[in-house]
């Protein structure tokens, strides 16, 4: 079966201290991966994509994610998080054979203290 | 650039009453579209999805339902709503075409059923 994992419910950080969210997926099929983030009360906003290539990827707000299909992981990473960082995460995977219907993790809850 | 809208924002409404959420999509053509639910506390589920004018598949049993009367509105509806149905409901949409496509999320909708 399908499903998404994402290990670590809560996370509090300090402000300037380096962060990683932990990712893992087990799918059949070649997955494609996703972060999103939700801020209190919005919609989801896409940070980065795996889809193929260089498994480091880079996205907006300088987070990057690394895919290692040897431990079906896809962490992300921050080097320094600012306060405007705490949100919930999400991981999404999906696959060539579902199109376009990701499976999302439960979230994890990112608080950065000062 | 694509831009997608869905409303109410939020809305308080009693067991028994119906229900209807409405999403349109902009700046595109043949999107798939998708209804999600985020319970609190909770990761996001698919609720149901589309991939044409009057195509709709459900991805779980429940008392929703939902439309697509045109290429780029899909609308959630209920003809008699539970407690269980409150939850933030997520309208989103892909490209037609490539699997793995990026899903694009409106703001959400709050429901509270009273």
């Known amino acids: 079966a399908q499903s998404v994992t994402q290990p670590d419910i809560h996370i509090t950080v300090s402000e300037g201290a380096s962060l990683e969210l932990r990712c893992n997926y087990s799918?059949?099929?070649?997955?494609?991966l996703f972060w999103y983030v939700q801020s209190p009360g919005q919609g989801l906003q896409l940070l980065l994509k795996?889809?193929?290539?260089?498994?480091l990827v880079q996205g907006i707000k300088g987070f990057e994610a690394e895919f290692k299909r040897s431990q079906s992981s896809f962490n992300l990473r921050k080097p320094s998080v600012h306060w405007s960082d705490a949100a919930e995460y999400f991981c999404?995977?999906?696959?060539?054979?579902?199109?376009?219907?990701?499976?999302f993790g439960a979230g994890t809850q990112v608080v950065v203290t000062p | 650039s694509q831009t997608i809208h869905q409303w109410p924002a939020t809305l308080v409404q009693p067991v028994g009453s119906p229900l209807s959420l409405e999403c349109t999509v902009e700046?595109?053509?043949?999107?798939?579209l998708y209804w999600y639910r985020q319970a609190a506390g909770r990761g996001l589920q698919l609720l149901f999805y589309?991939?044409?004018?009057?195509?709709i598949s459900s991805e779980v049993p429940q008392n929703l339902s939902a439309s697509r009367p045109q290429d780029r509105q899909f609308i959630l509806s209920s003809k008699k709503l539970l407690l269980s149905d409150s939850g933030f409901y997520l309208c989103a949409w892909s490209a037609r075409g490539l699997p793995g496509n990026t899903i694009y999320f409106g703001e959400g909708s709050w429901l509270t059923v009273v």
């Open positions: 999404a995977v999906g696959s060539t054979d579902s199109w376009g219907k990701l499976q």
């Open positions: 795996y889809f193929s290539g260089d498994t």
């Open positions: 589309s991939v044409g004018i009057g195509q």
């Open positions: 700046g595109t053509s043949n999107p798939n």
């Open positions: 799918y059949g099929a070649t997955p494609y």
